[in-house]
């Protein structure tokens, strides 16, 4: 593991100079909220935009993987059908990720690069380098330490810890690691600064430890599998919006619809995917009518179990990452894995 | 990060022309193509393929027909949305996007040697068709073959040429029933479950394939159990919504199951225990 | 030819609402000659009862789509005076920007969607996209520009969401301002092309007259489209509140709009009373125009309200750069609306593309609306659209009916009725 | 193939929708390229009762108005409905909660009796509709896009998710959390959001989804500081005539 120091006064200039050469997306504010401070991702055009002692965005940065909308195909319908592929990729750096989101990205490599590979997936993110940060803040409902997203031994090719007046830099990768040397002014890591990485970061994770599963993670299959009939999804689930919310604030949510679009001379067109969600009411339903999630409870069980059960078998890992977005966005409060899950285990016990 | 980069996109279809059209009933019509690159589809009977029209959309279409030396393969479409309307207002030549064949098939192999129990309700009719057909052409390779067909009336019956052979063969037991009978028919009436008590199987040495719609499976397997087949020898075929095919999209996902990937050919003893799925 | 005219014009086309013409002549003699208004009410006013401060404008926007930030604006207006509330001079500036959007978008529309065909001779413009492109090209890129700029600002251009009591809920940035500002100039050469079209088409306006009294907003200091007291060319300025004694509504069988009258027994609101009002706050380019043209005050043809809007399209132009330009010297996209609740009554006025346009509510104390007053600007132009009407076809009776009828189809036209917004 | 022909009609209504269509500006000329407008009042003189697709702005609010709509029925092969006028009957439903006489009056004083009205509603109250373009005023987008899958034979696809799913990818901050309310997680999508991205909250114009969770909302309300009157007109506004219809 190679680890570096930049002093907090030359980050500015290390943002300064990728600006130059790279598109930079970071953390920036929003407006504030109720709950306090707002933030999102989006283009950092100087280095005071960028945020970085965020607690969690309110979108994951799923978008710049796989974005709401995205051109799969341009076609020609007539005179003779023609058909080109359109895979999209612009490289970028994400400047301040935290590992819990960071996990999720890797989940998503793994679904995008296996069984047939998802090339307009690979290619955009082929061209994107990650440089991840450890969160100084918790937000009110994560639990990202249940969930084993409190760090991350790979997926970044920088990783940022703020131990006060320096940052410590782990180069994850070597194009992690040239970006440093051309562009940084670093440093090297005393043993006493090494110590206080983990002090910091054992520090942070404990602060996240409010909000827990009362059992070990990796239980969470046979939990769901024996809760299948549990009173709990109706109960919940009677006061589902099927807004979606849940889905599309998820950074392990992927899934997606694919439609056409022509232009007006009827003539050319385009084949999009979007975001879709498995919340909502159609999500099952075919032509026929027929809906093989008819219900709320039935499609919101289908969401826990799916992070906790289903994808599991696929990633050997829950796909939750305890970001507790859509517990924090769920209008009627119903969303939240950690109340879900403990509560599914009370019932068991 | 580790990967193997795909030729291309995945979503690209290949072209197939229309080289016959069959009117089937009302609703349903039966379409014989041929890829434009002059190569066999190369499906096994089961699978199926995304059909696109252009500007319309993509939808799941089983290949009806098991492959065969001309290349040509066979889709019966029913008549219900968007993607079905258009394929039904193509002429021969028209031309249709094709991906796949994807998923997977029935189990010609596994089959090979023992009785085969065919069970269809309805449209379930096109894919099965496929595997018929296969065991029909390689007759000898197979035991005892039964046929069960039920459909709604006689007007919805399909593949009414076929069905007066299979009547007439004498090498399988072809039934046959209609829930609601008009003027002229003159066979059984009834649901499918009906046809069960007339057809007598060595329950260990049948394969048993069932293709029809959601709420038959149910029936059926109570038939089937009440036969004594093993669970690990029936085959259902199962529809979901689709959109890409690839195990991706997230649309057919049963629990573990990816329908388009790990299906649409399922082995019952596989999914019995899965909510959802039935 | 037994001497017998009969004009029945079932829903007059290319304006909003409907309305009918019926005509009767016989042996040279006016037997009928009538404007109805066949709209279907939509009572906003009694609707609006109980409903809260905060969906007033988002209901009454409702009234009029072409006039929707107008109404908009007008309600923010008569609920901020019912309320007490002040706004910033940033949110009344930029709610001048935002009107003079409307006033664009609306005046190039009839104008060139909905004038020019007459003029030309043909029965839409749909034609004329083949006959006259550029000149429908450029129509179309001015008309998309206004509605720009009132996207931009008002988030919409009918039924904008930004605007709100108070203030906006949402302001545009300096980069878009910026870029508002630089087409806005580089448009400047599309205004004068498209002066200089409709100057040569002016002949083809009818040469016709009647002396009627104009009403309109008037302001010490600039045209006034946002702020000012009513004024009358009959001489006379009233504050705003007092408005109920200016347009004196009444209701007439044949209309399910409500009519108004004044002094005389019509009057007339809109770009020409505007511009008979106004003219000397005119900025320069918009009043060279109108020497250009010949437009002088007090002008009595109401088919020149025609050339009137012409001269607003440049004039508001003009003022959009000159505000966006304030605006941008002082520009803070942080301010926040404050607004506070208690019972009151108020009213207010803006000047929509049509005529002069008011509002009034009276609020209880839980901020619900116990009473709504709109006046709308077709109400008060019914009675006027109605003497000319009369006049003219007096003047015209003797013409073949075809003429006739295209000349009162015209007339009606020429003041660019609202009038399912006056059958609010 | 001869192009389809088309015709504009609206009833009680503000008449955007209308000019939503005009506002298309380029496209406009594209959209009238491609078939044959026989009848657009507000655009055009002219008139014929031959047309393949009527588009129907508006609701319907007095009795007389009726027959012109059967006529439009009776000519048209395609009935589309567009706006929320035409689709849930818009705000014109206000006045349905109060008492329709002192409605008139209000309005009319003591000559009320002259001006006929009736509960408002929407189209499909009155006749079969084919289709519907919600919201008040439509979007000029979905519009085109429903225009385009029309001259295709195609059915458009419109969103049955709520109007939250759009919000969260236009990345806004949800109204509740910045003390306001909203009739977002009832109201179909399709509009991207678009009051809550100016500035605003979601009204509710283009109507509940198929399956709403009503209750579920009115408690979210409540949860955050509405009375009960205020729930009920807030679903009013615009979604009151499922109401009245159940
Ligand atoms: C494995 C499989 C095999 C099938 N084989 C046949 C066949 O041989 N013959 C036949 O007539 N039909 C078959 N179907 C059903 C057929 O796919 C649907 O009828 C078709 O998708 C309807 O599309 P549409 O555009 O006409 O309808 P629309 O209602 O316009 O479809 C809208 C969208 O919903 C989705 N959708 C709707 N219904 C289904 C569905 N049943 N399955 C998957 N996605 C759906 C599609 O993505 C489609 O784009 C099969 C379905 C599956 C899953
Ligand atoms: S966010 Fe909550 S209400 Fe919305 S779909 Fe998810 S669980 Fe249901
Ligand atoms: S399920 Fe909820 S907590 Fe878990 S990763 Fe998704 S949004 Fe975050
Ligand atoms: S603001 Fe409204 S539409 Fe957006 S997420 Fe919140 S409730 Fe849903």
Redesign the interface.
């Known amino acids: 593991m190679e680890l570096k120091k930049i002093d907090k006064p030359d980050l500015g200039l290390f943002l300064q100079n990728l600006i130059k050469d790279f598109q930079v997306e970071g953390v920036k504010r929003k407006g504030q909220s109720v709950y306090g401070q707002s933030f999102f991702y989006g283009s950092i055009n100087a280095p005071d935009e960028l945020c970085l002692d965020f607690d969690c965005t309110t979108m994951p940065p799923k978008k710049y993987f796989i974005p709401p909308k995205e051109e799969l195909l341009k076609f020609t319908i007539a005179p003779k059908p023609e058909v080109a592929e359109v895979i999209e990729s612009k490289p970028l750096i994400i400047f301040g990720v935290h590992p819990y989101d960071l996990k999720a990205v890797n989940q998503m490599d793994k679904i995008f690069s296996e069984g047939n590979p998802d090339p307009n997936y690979l290619k955009r993110r082929e061209g994107i380098l990650l440089i991840g940060v450890d969160p100084t803040k918790v937000s009110p409902r994560s639990f990202w330490n249940s969930m084993e997203a409190a760090s991350v031994s790979s997926g970044f090719d920088l990783m940022l810890t703020d131990i006060g007046e320096s940052y410590l830099v782990e180069v994850g990768t070597d194009k992690g690691g040239n970006l440093l040397k051309k562009y940084a002014k670093v440093s090297s890591v005393t043993k006493e600064e090494e110590q206080k990485r983990i002090d910091v970061r054992s520090k942070i994770w404990n602060m996240c430890k409010k909000r827990a599963l009362n059992f070990p993670m990796r239980e969470l299959p046979s939990l769901l599998v024996n809760s299948l009939n549990s009173p709990l999804w109706d109960e919940k689930a009677s006061k589902c919006l099927s807004c979606v919310t849940c889905n599309m604030v998820c950074p392990t949510c992927y899934c997606f619809d694919v439609w056409d679009d022509v232009e007006l001379d009827l003539t050319h067109g385009q084949r999009y995917r979007r975001w879709d969600g498995c919340l909502a009411s159609d999500f099952a339903k075919v032509a026929t009518g027929e809906n093989f999630r008819e219900t709320r409870a039935a499609r919101y069980r289908h969401r826990f179990l799916r992070k906790g059960q289903y994808l599991f078998s696929k990633l050997n890992d829950a796909a939750c990452v305890g970001c507790g977005r859509c517990a924090a966005y769920c209008l009627p409060d119903i969303a939240d894995p950690v109340d879900v899950f403990n509560r599914l285990k009370e019932a068991v016990k | 990060m580790n990967h193997s980069m795909p030729d291309g996109s995945p979503y690209v279809p290949k072209w197939a022309e229309i080289s016959r059209i069959e009117k089937l009933t009302e609703s349903e019509k039966l379409f014989e193509l041929r890829l434009s690159n002059g190569q066999p589809l190369g499906h096994k009977p089961g699978q199926f393929v995304e059909v696109s029209v252009l500007g319309i959309g993509e939808a799941p279409i089983s290949i009806s027909s098991p492959p065969i030396n001309d290349n040509s393969f066979e889709l019966a479409v029913r008549k219900v949305g968007n993607v079905t309307n258009a394929m039904h207002n193509l002429g021969v030549g028209g031309k249709l996007g094709i991906r796949g064949p994807f998923g997977t098939n029935f189990p010609i192999d596994e089959a090979k040697g023992k009785d085969i129990l065919f069970v269809a309700g309805g449209i379930g009719l096109v894919p099965l068709r496929s595997f018929i057909k296969f065991v029909l052409e390689n007759r000898k390779d197979y035991g005892e073959v039964t046929v069960l067909f039920g459909a709604r009336n006689p007007s919805e019956q399909l593949f009414l040429s076929e069905l007066e052979q299979w009547r007439g063969r004498k090498d399988i037991s072809y039934l046959e029933t209609v829930d609601r009978a008009d003027e002229n028919w003159k066979g059984n009436v009834g649901v499918i479950t009906t046809l069960f008590p007339k057809v007598q199987v060595d329950p260990a040495k049948t394969i048993c394939v069932v293709v029809g719609p959601p709420v038959m499976y149910r029936f059926v397997i109570m038939e089937t159990k009440a036969k004594g087949i093993p669970d690990k020898q029936i085959f259902l075929s199962l529809e979901r919504r689709m959109k890409c095919g690839l195990g991706k999209c997230g649309h057919c996902q049963i629990n573990n199951i990816y329908v388009c990937q790990d299906g649409p050919v399922l082995r019952y003893s596989d999914i019995f225990a899965l909510e959802e799925a039935l | 030819m037994n001497g017998k005219k009969v004009i029945q014009i079932h ?1 007059v ?5 409907h309305g009918n013409i019926d005509i009767q002549i016989k042996d040279g003699k006016v037997d009928k000659c009538q404007w109805q208004i066949v ?14 401060w905060n ?1 007033a404008a ?2 009454t926007s ?5 006039c ?1 930030i107008g109404h908009t604006l007008c309600s923010l207006k008569a609920t901020e005076a019912a309320l007490g509330i002040t706004i910033s001079e940033q949110t009344l500036k930029l709610r001048k920007l935002l009107i003079n959007g409307e006033t664009l978008q609306s005046h190039i ?1 009839h104008l060139g ?2 004038v020019v ?1 007459d003029l030309v001779g043909a ?4 034609p004329l ?1 083949s006959t006259h492109p550029a000149e ?2 450029l129509v ?1 890129r001015l ?2 520009l206004a ?1 720009e700029m009132s996207d931009l600002i008002g ?8 605007p ?1 009591v108070g203030g ?3 302001w545009p940035t300096v980069a878009e301002l910026e870029n508002l500002y630089q087409k806005l100039e580089s448009a400047q050469s599309d205004v004068m092309t498209l002066a200089g079209f409709v100057k040569g088409l002016a002949p083809n306006f009818p040469k016709f007259s009647r002396e009627t009294e104009y009403i309109g907003l008037t302001h010490p200091t600039e045209y006034a489209f946002y702020e000012g007291e009513i004024a009358s060319t009959d001489g006379g300025k009233w504050p705003v509140d007092n408005y109920k004694s200016i347009v004196n509504e009444y ?1 007439v ?1 044949h209309s ?1 709009a409500k009519f108004a009258r004044h002094k005389r027994d019509a009057y007339m609101v809109g770009a020409l009373a505007r511009f008979n009002l106004n003219y000397n706050k005119l900025l320069p380019g918009a009043k060279k125009l109108a020497d250009d043209v010949g437009l002088k005050p007090i002008n009595f043809n109401p088919f020149m309200n025609n050339v009137a809007q012409l001269v607003e399209v440049a004039h508001a132009f003009e003022d959009s750069m000159q505000l966006t330009k304030k605006l941008l010297e002082k520009w803070d996209p942080e301010e926040k609306p404050i607004v506070s609740v208690k019972a009151g009554l108020g009213s207010g006025s803006v000047e929509v593309p049509r005529g002069i346009l008011f509002h009034e509510y009276e609020y209880n104390k839980d901020g619900e609306i116990v009473w709504a007053n709109c006046v709308i600007p077709t109400n008060q132009n019914h009675a006027n659209i109605q003497k000319d009407m009369e006049a003219l076809v007096e003047e015209i009776k003797e013409r073949p009916q075809e003429e006739i009828e295209l000349m009162v189809e015209m007339l009606v036209r020429a003041y660019d009725p609202c009038v ?2 006056s059958t609010h | 193939m001869d192009k389809p022909r088309v015709a504009f009609f609206d009833f009680a209504s503000c008449e955007g929708d209308q000019l939503q269509i005009v506002n298309l500006e380029e496209d406009l000329l594209k959209v009238v390229g491609a078939v044959d407008v026989v009848s657009f009042r507000e655009a055009m003189k002219g008139h014929s009762d031959n047309y393949d697709i009527a588009f129907v702005e508006g609701s319907i609010t007095r009795r007389s108005d009726e027959p012109r709509l059967l006529e439009i029925r009776k000519n048209a092969k395609i009935l589309v409905a567009i706006g929320a006028c035409a689709t849930i009957g818009g705000v014109n439903l206000l006045k349905n909660f109060q008492d329709l006489e002192s409605v008139r009056k209000f309005v009319y004083g003591d000559k009320f009796f002259q001006y006929e009205t009736y509960p408002a509603r929407p189209i499909k109250a009155v006749v079969p509709v084919d289709l519907e373009i919600h919201q008040c005023p439509i979007n000029r987008d979905e519009f085109v896009m429903a225009f385009k899958a029309l001259l295709m034979g195609k059915k458009p696809e419109f969103p049955n998710y709520p109007v939250c799913e759009d919000c969260k990818k236009a990345e806004n901050i949800c109204v509740f959390e910045m003390g306001m309310t909203c009739m977002g997680p009832v109201t179909r999508a399709g509009c991207g959001a678009c009051c809550v991205v100016e500035g605003s909250v979601c009204w509710g114009c283009r109507g509940f989804i198929d399956h709403p969770n009503a209750d579920s909302e009115r408690e979210v309300l409540a949860k955050y500081g509405l009375s009960v009157g205020d729930i009920l007109k807030k679903f009013r506004l615009y979604t009151g005539f499922s109401e009245v219809s159940k």
Not at chain 3, 42 to 52: D, I, Q, S, T
């Open positions: 829903h086309t290319r304006i909003e609402g709209e279907a009410p939509r009572f906003f006013e009694a609707a609006l009862r109980g409903r809260k969906e988002h209901i409702r009234i009029c789509a072409i929707s529309l969607y909905l065909p029965p839409s413009v749909i996209a429908v090209l179309v008309h998309r509605n988030g919409r251009t009918i039924h904008p969401q930004r709100v906006f809920a949402k209701l069988p399910t399912s917004c």
